[in-house]
């Protein structure tokens, strides 16, 4: 059976994972790789592969195994991951189907499938790890939200047709009994996005102004002042299913390629195995970690901060010793291709984008201090 | 065994660093990038200013702590230029400047002008020619052989630019006690969660244990001993790691924004690269120091 799967994967990633998409997307630009990005996902949602962790009701279903054939088979087939909808088909789809109406869940899932983009609007210049101090506002009026304020690191902001949004709508309450989650048409007016250039030279960052941006009541996620609790589902699953596909795509790609840069580079020498040989024993520990946490088994209240933390740490380790592997050239290579993972063999630029990794989502302080708490049991830091 | 800087170099690398602020401070790295080809013009005044190019350093001890105390003020600004390079420059070939190169030879000296050097690892010396530069002026290097006589040039040219990294750890450091001195989460700043706290200080232990074998080496060198050269390579491995654990700790406190050139971090981090990787990474560089000491070990402090 599980066989079977594997060989229909393999069949269709054979037939249909573009063979030249590397060379193609190389630095190509932001419209270009919005454009390949839609066609790659219409392709996979037309083998039922486009959301394989959503329900079967919305067009998912696949067991977890099903899944971890699945991402393993695209990984080794090297075909492109899926990073403009990340936020569409993981973190809206996961608020809406856990806290939407059905009437959300009608607009929005099928629109995802067909395409819409969405972006998380949470962070703000005051309100990075300690999300709850954030200050945009929403004041009622009559049946809609008016929304003030500004947001930070909103990434793929530019492309996003949909905002995840975070808002304070009542500013006596305590900080995390004041806030609201809405559902922003990013096409409304008074919204501004400004990229933000960073060290990897690309512009996936955003700023976000909002000006007097009229939201409609039917818009709200959940009871007003409970969006700090609906909140927490979503980033509970970037913390958890996202990281399936990630550790899967770490095994069977970018570990690969690692091994092979070092073949390439003639670094065969005892040290360079026992690294290697580290890496894949912690690669083999993380991808049973993921697989488990998503399965339910053994599921601890800190799993998927022990996941986040072991994937984000690993991932710059591993960057790191493919940039120094792939020594001097590696620093020439000032473009990758887009619509490749964060280990795309551009091991400089790799290097340089996995240090995003132990901040956004929950920095790495912010994921000790709940493994410590809620999976270890020990006190709250005084404050 | 002395391994404390004169007062003099001390004073020497305040007034440095004071004419590098003076001049443009963190602007300078952002206007060399912006116009590579002006970097000398850029620069060379300051330098003269201070007097920098006259320094021999392979004269006497007082002008290798002069400059060495140069070289860090000069990273600390991440001045786009390689004065630890022009330094290093031989006593005995008209060179404005040596470079330490290893299979392939490249060097962040893309677009300067001048008479350039470069040696192996095996004291093979070069003439150099760069060609178009790269990113963070890393240029490769066309070489003409001129002899085997580099050997007593090794120690010294392996030694500056650590000081030179060395002051970019400096400076990371300040930067990011500045950023968390004001930088408020959780009702507090984050200065005073331990948590915090802890990253910074692993970082400082690093960064002052590099600093005073970065002192000893300059003892090494200056005292003419033997094995100077595998106190520079064991230097740098050093320099290597602690730039890790000190880049890796400022980056994360720094979070998102220590990614956007808004913040000098990311300028610094960028422009510490070169001198990380060249002429050769941790380890490489670990590979060359294991095979010239074997079992032998360092002699270090006696």
Not at chain 1, 28 to 43: D, P, Y
Not at chain 1, 139 to 157: I, P, T, Y
Not at chain 2, 84 to 113: H, K, M, N
Not at chain 2, 167 to 174: S, Y
Request: proline share 4%; net charge negative.
């Amino acid at each position: 059976m599980t066989e079977d799967f594997h060989r229909q994967v393999r069949s269709w990633c054979e037939q249909h994972v573009p063979k030249n998409w590397r060379q193609t997307q190389n630095g190509v630009s932001e419209a270009e790789f919005a454009r390949f990005q839609q066609e790659w996902f219409q392709t996979l949602r037309g083998a039922g592969y486009a959301v394989p962790h959503w329900p079967a009701e919305w067009g998912g279903g696949m067991s977890v195994d099903q899944q971890v054939i699945l991402y393993q088979e695209l990984a080794a087939h090297d075909a492109p991951r899926l990073v403009l909808q990340f936020v569409s088909i993981h973190h809206a789809a996961a608020t809406l189907l856990a806290a939407g109406t059905e009437e959300q869940r009608q607009r929005h899932l099928p629109a995802i499938l067909d395409g819409e983009i969405w972006v998380q609007g949470f962070s703000e210049p005051e309100a990075g790890s300690d999300l709850a101090a954030l200050r945009t506002t929403a004041r009622r009026e009559g049946d809609h939200f008016v929304v003030n304020g500004q947001k930070l690191w909103a990434s793929g902001g530019m492309h996003a047709d949909w905002c995840l949004l975070l808002a304070r709508t009542d500013s006596e309450a305590p900080k995390r009994k004041g806030i609201s989650y809405f559902l922003m048409d990013m096409r409304s007016d008074g919204v501004e996005v400004r990229p933000i250039r960073n060290a990897v030279g690309d512009s996936h960052f955003c700023e976000i102004f909002l000006n007097d941006v009229r939201i409609p009541e039917a818009n709200l996620v959940g009871p007003e002042n409970a969006g700090w609790q609906v909140a927490q589902e979503t980033l509970g699953t970037e913390r958890g299913m996202t990281m399936l596909e990630l550790a899967e795509r770490l095994g069977n790609a970018g570990f690969r390629w690692l091994v092979q840069e070092c073949e390439r580079q003639g670094a065969t020498d005892s040290r360079t195995r026992d690294t290697l040989a580290q890496f894949e024993i912690e690669i083999t520990g993380l991808r049973g970690l993921c697989r488990s946490m998503v399965s339910g088994q053994a599921h601890g209240p800190a799993d998927a901060s022990i996941v986040k933390l072991f994937y984000s740490e690993l991932l710059q380790r591993l960057t790191g010793f493919g940039a120094e592997i792939a020594g001097l050239d590696a620093h020439a290579v000032l473009t990758k291709p887009q619509s490749s993972g964060w280990e795309s063999g551009a091991w400089m630029l790799d290097f340089i984008g996995s240090w995003e990794w132990t901040i956004p989502g929950g920095a790495s302080e912010i994921q000790r201090t709940i493994i410590a708490e809620r999976g270890l049991g020990l006190p709250r830091e005084p404050q | 065994m002395n391994i404390e800087l004169s007062d003099e170099a001390i004073e020497y690398g305040h007034q440095a660093s004071r004419a590098f602020e003076a001049a443009g401070g963190d602007d300078l790295v952002q206007q060399a990038q912006a116009d590579p080809q002006s970097r000398g013009e850029l620069i060379t005044p300051i330098l003269d200013g201070l007097g920098a190019l006259d320094l021999e350093p392979r004269a006497d001890a007082d002008q290798l702590e002069a400059a060495a105390a140069l070289c860090r003020s000069a990273g600390y600004w991440a001045v786009p230029d390689p004065v630890a390079e022009r330094l290093s420059r031989p006593t005995d070939l008209e060179v404005d400047g040596l470079v330490v190169v290893a299979q392939r030879p490249r060097a962040a000296i893309g677009g300067l002008a001048g008479r350039w050097a470069a040696v192996d690892l095996d004291g093979r010396r070069s003439s150099a020619t760069a060609g178009k530069p790269k990113a963070a002026f890393v240029a490769d290097l066309e070489l003409t052989h001129l002899d085997e006589q580099g050997a007593k040039d090794l120690a010294l040219a392996l030694t500056l630019p650590v000081w030179t990294l060395l002051g970019m750890l400096d400076r990371a450091l300040d930067l990011a006690i500045a950023h968390v001195s004001i930088r408020k989460q959780f009702g507090q700043t984050l200065s005073g969660f331990q948590s915090v706290q802890f990253q910074l200080t692993d970082g400082e232990v690093e960064r002052s244990g590099l600093e005073m074998l970065a002192r000893h080496t300059l003892w090494s060198i200056a005292t003419d001993r033997r094995d100077a050269v595998d106190d520079a390579l064991a230097l740098r491995m050093a320099a290597l790691e602690a730039a890790e654990v000190v880049f890796r700790v400022t980056h994360q406190l720094h979070g998102a924004s220590g990614f956007c050139d808004e913040t000098t971090l990311s300028w610094l981090s960028r422009y510490s690269q070169p001198l990380r990787r060249l002429p050769l990474g941790l380890s490489a560089t670990r590979d060359v120091l294991t095979r010239r000491i074997g079992t032998a070990g360092l002699a270090g402090i006696s």
